[in-house]
């Protein structure tokens, strides 16, 4: 028995207390003293039924009679807190069976006792208090949830940092030991190879051209001091051949404008042996 539909919509979105008592004059008293009340009122005659209408109905708190025929509303309550531990629950009884109450109170299935007769101004605050107590909770519930959805959703993305970073190491590992092969492999070649930088800076010689021109200033020294003016010529125009004589050694000269990863532009020197005097 209900006092506004449950499945009205308007209804359906306000707070909810379910009254449990086997007295039918008890539960029309508490309705019409509760009828200006801003919560929904569902009625329960007796323990069963009100375990019957909380499977059909959220209900936010729970006022119960304790003396009752065939199930007592401490027992009531406490199946009520195994089934629907959100609920906040009350017991008003004008019976002294107080150690149970305490017991109930105790274990949680209470949260307060209530006497009857009651003063109609006080168990309207008492109610009040059970439901601000229910939005406190539901409150952190929610917060709860965010504060989970939210580490959950830190986890997901720090995974997937992760796996970019190891991804990212991956490939400099993989870029190093290329890099690695790389300047082996140039470092083999018969042939001088110098590197020049955008500002005409020697900043690279492989094996060869370091044996070939031990004389001369390499790395760290610009192009014009430590080689003939051809060589400095073809760097300036940034790319062409020219034949230069080093050493008494006679090389045919190629300029090659190279890349770095730092987005500027280079120079590679490659001589080629042309014969000797």
Known sequence: MSEISPA????????????VDDEDSILSSLRRLLRRE???????????????????????????????PGM??????????????????????????????????????????????WDDDML?????????????????????????ATNTELIRVNAQLQEALEAQRQRTELGETALAAVQ?????LPVPLLGVDPGGLLVFANADATRRFAQHPLLG??????LPAAAAELVAQGR??????????VYRVSCHAVDSIMQQRGYLLIFIPDGTS
């Open 8 to 19: 009205d919509s308007d209804a359906s979105a306000k707070p909810t207390l379910l009254l």
């Open 184 to 188: 082996e492999i140039v470092n083999c």
């Open 124 to 148: 309207k605050a008492e109610i009040e208090e059970a439901f601000r107590r229910k939005a406190l909770h539901d409150e952190n519930r929610r917060l709860n949830r965010q504060v989970q």
């Open 240 to 249: 062409g051949e020219a034949g230069m004589t080093i050493d008494d050694c």
């Open 221 to 226: 020294a610009f192009v014009a001091e430590a």
């Open 72 to 117: 007592s509303g401490v027992e009531f309550l406490r199946r009520a807190k195994e089934l629907y531990p959100d609920t906040v629950r009350v017991v008003l009884s004008g019976y002294a069976d107080l150690q149970s109450i305490t017991d109930a109170i105790n274990e949680g299935a209470i949260y307060k006792f209530l006497s009857k007769p």
């Open 38 to 68: 801003a919560y929904q009122v569902l009625t329960a005659n007796g323990g069963q039924a009100g375990l019957d209408e909380l499977a059909r109905s959220r209900v936010d708190v729970i006022v119960s009679d304790q003396r009752m």
